[in-house]
């Protein structure tokens, strides 16, 4: 594991805040701001719609590397003014950042021997792309006036080596030491050593060689003629130094490399065509955005979890985000799998939460990780994590029937199993509990893990050990998915005792969560036993387990459904009548796109195909209404309004992976999608489409090396269904 350096020191570095240690503090909106944002590996970018990164305004933007702010200023001016914005898009894929700017009125510059320009005769043209730790950016500058002009270009640009967690908004009283920057004809390199005595680097190199170049500024004096164009190249690398090529060349290779990686990736998914055009723009941005958050690991892909806040490695996202998509590309499962199985905790580490056995929460290389001012370098402080690994391994397995695969993560899941088995043991209910082990620790493990997300119905906030409803479902499909892989890999006797302790869960789950008044489970119940009485959305994840009966599960459902829960766009996490509802929280009344994906997946299982296709609806609705069609964080909990979208959330990641990837596991939840591997088919039991689709088109779904592509039209009250297509042997089924 990391070497923790400095401990002692630092932790009076940090001044603690006061309600929520790691809440994310901002006096401006992104959404207010329109940030454009960009990714790649560990590196991440943050950006004003002109593509500057201005100090100041709310200090979120910047370019991100390995949770280190490697780039604080990059402000392009013309003339010595900033450019007027014309337009600024990010391509289909992600891939490049592109913006487009004109000058304003220019005086006469003398220092160039310019005369005045007027307004809109300039167009400056940038191209922007991040690949393997460094940003590449080309800007064309154009004159469009039957006059010859010289134009000054001044790029100001500046490295504060913030820690992510201070731009978050926490505060340290101590920092390390900026180093002297080192200028050179071309080029300039920035660098800071940090308390955790690590030296983080930034080189930015120029073409052409500009007229002047300082510690934070780079001048170029552009002639241009009539109709005349001038470029200028721009190379930023975080950290690593590499061999250099010519600044043209680079670019270009680099290009060329990404979008190929790109396309490689991005077809590595079946795709969805249907008669609905702007629910097929959600989807190609949805699968651009899961593209642009994967990150290559030696384990495989591994989809980081939101820009900017949480472009790491988290575990819990990540296996969401993987059963989201396990039916359009089952390798991000696995990849996942891979790399939480090599990270799983060896040892017991009461400071990172870390047990023999348990699933890794949340990683992290930053200055304050390092020295642990945060936690998180390598923390382990999820109580689901783990059990929903086992079940991610579970339907890996239905997917693909890769049982050598399965049989390779045994030992992980065996030790996951025996963490499961030796926390639910120590309680005296069985149920599977969390609390924090340190002060600087989660003090809520779940996904509502916010300090104030699980409380009683008068709004006391629970005291713990806490045992969380749906962690408990989650236990329970966990065992029963060791138990189908155990008899896959030829362990029936172990398969046996996991269905048996399954049935132990499930009816201690009925008889201690249940609340006949309230028509509905418990959130929790906390550490005196008593049962938290509060309507929240955790319940709708037993659906999908299958832990609850029938009759049970329609009242869950029916409740879900009501105007207390539903806003017409989805689910809130918390009832409007609770005591702690506030539709603009974090986890006690807004509205979580994967959340509602769950429970619709959840929802389809129990043959609650209306109210599937409803929530369905609403979700798409919401993405119709957002910037190009990308499914936020969350939003906030308020009631829809006739001819009006969904209210943002200030500080919500977009993109998020597991939001990305809602609609896609809503779709096949409405499709009743599922793998027979063993007979080589593709199932649809008992399909339906939504209001909003006549049909869908999916192409190359993979089973094994075959692939197959199929059609499902609406027809009446039914969907009908053709293959289009297949390479291998693979089957369709449909079942009415």
Not at 70 to 80: A, N, Q, T, Y
Not at 276 to 281: A, G, I, L, S
Not at 406 to 411: C, K, Q, V
Not at 633 to 643: A, H, Q, T
Request: one cysteine or more; a neutral charge; hydrophobic letters at 45%.
């Amino acid at each position: 594991m990391r070497c923790w350096r400095g401990e002692r020191i630092v932790r009076e570095c940090v001044t603690r805040m006061d309600v929520d240690d790691f809440a994310i503090s901002s006096d401006v909106s992104l959404a207010e701001r329109r940030l454009l944002t960009i990714k790649d590996g560990d590196t991440f970018g943050v950006f004003d719609q002109a593509g500057q990164i201005v100090p100041g305004n709310g200090n979120t933007v910047g370019l991100f590397h390995r949770d280190t702010r490697h780039l604080s200023e990059l402000e392009l001016l013309v003339g010595g003014r900033p450019p007027m914005l014309l337009s600024a898009t990010l391509r289909d894929d992600n891939a490049t950042l592109a913006c487009d700017l004109t000058n304003p009125d220019l005086p006469g510059q003398p220092e160039v021997a310019g005369s005045a320009v007027s307004q809109d005769l300039i167009h400056v043209g940038r191209s922007r792309f991040l690949w393997r730790g460094a940003c590449h950016e080309r800007i064309v500058v154009r004159n469009f006036d039957v006059a010859a002009h010289r134009v000054r270009l001044d790029i100001r640009f500046g490295a504060d080596f913030a820690d992510l967690f201070e731009v978050r908004g926490m505060h340290r009283a101590r920092h390390g030491a900026h180093e002297p920057a080192w200028v050179g004809e071309d080029q300039v390199m920035l660098a800071y050593v940090g308390l955790d005595q690590a030296r983080r680097t930034t080189r930015l190199r120029f073409y052409p060689v500009p007229a002047r170049l300082s510690e934070g500024l780079a001048v170029f004096e552009l002639a241009l003629e009539p109709g005349g164009r001038c470029v200028v190249f721009l190379e930023i690398v975080c950290g690593e130094e590499r061999p250099t090529r010519p600044l043209t060349e680079s670019f270009f290779i680099a290009m060329v490399e990404q979008r190929r990686w790109t396309r490689q990736r991005a077809a590595a998914a079946a795709a969805i065509e249907t008669s609905n055009e702007t629910f097929n723009e959600a989807m190609r941005r949805a699968i651009s955005d899961l593209t642009m958050l994967t990150t290559e690991l030696p384990t495989g892909p591994y989809p980081y979890a939101g820009v900017p806040w949480f472009s790491t490695v988290f575990g819990r996202d990540a296996i969401i985000t993987a059963l989201q998509v396990l039916w359009l590309d089952p390798s991000v499962a696995l990849g996942v799998l891979r790399f939480l199985a090599r990270y799983q905790a060896k040892a017991a580490d009461p400071e990172r939460d870390a047990e023999p056995g348990k699933i890794l929460h949340e990683m992290r290389h930053g200055e304050m990780a390092e020295l642990r001012e945060v936690p998180f370098g390598c923390y382990y402080g999820s109580v689901d994590s783990t059990p929903l690994f086992v079940m991610l391994a579970g339907a890996y397995l239905e997917r693909t029937g890769d049982a050598s695969a399965l049989r390779g993560l045994w030992p992980a899941i065996e030790a996951a199993l025996r963490w499961i088995e030796g926390r639910t043991t120590r309680d005296a209910r069985g149920f599977l509990t969390y609390f924090r082990q340190t002060p600087d620790g989660l003090a809520n493990q779940g996904w509502k893990d916010s300090f104030d997300s699980i409380s009683h119905e008068d709004g006391r906030l629970a005291e713990g050990p806490i045992a969380l409803v749906e962690v408990q479902g989650y236990v329970y499909a966990a065992r029963l998915a060791a138990a189908r892989i155990a008899d896959a890999i030829g362990e029936r006797k172990v398969g046996a005792r996991f269905r048996e302790a399954a049935e132990q869960m499930r009816e201690a789950v009925e008889a201690a969560f249940w609340c006949e008044a309230m028509g509905t489970y418990a959130i929790a119940l906390d550490g005196a036993g008593a049962p938290c009485c509060v309507h929240a959305s955790n319940a709708g994840h037993l659906l999908l387990c299958g832990l609850v009966s029938d009759r049970r599960a329609a009242q869950v459902a029916d409740m879900l459904m009501s105007s207390r829960f539903f806003t017409g766009w989805g689910i809130r996490t918390l009832a409007s009548h609770e005591a702690r509802y506030n539709p603009m929280s974090y986890h006690n009344g807004s509205v979580w796109p994967h959340d509602n994906a769950l429970i619709t997946m959840g929802m389809a299982r129990y043959g609650r195909n209306a109210a599937a296709a409803r929530l369905f609806a609403g979700l798409f609705d919401a993405a119709s209404y957002i910037d190009m069609r990308r499914l936020p964080e969350l939003f906030c909990g308020f009631p829809r309004r006739r001819g009006q979208g969904p209210t943002f959330y200030p500080v919500a990641c977009s993109p998020q992976a597991w939001a990305a990837t809602a609609l896609h596991a809503q779709l096949a939840a409405c499709l009743g999608l599922g793998f027979d591997p063993s007979a080589k088919s593709v199932v649809f039991d008992r399909p339906m489409l939504p209001r909003f689709l006549d049909e869908v088109r999916l192409h190359n779904i993979a089973l094994g090396e075959a692939r197959i592509s199929v059609l499902l039209r609406r027809a009446g009250d039914e969907v009908a269904m053709n293959v289009l297509g297949r390479t291998g042997t693979i089957h369709a089924v449909l079942r009415s």
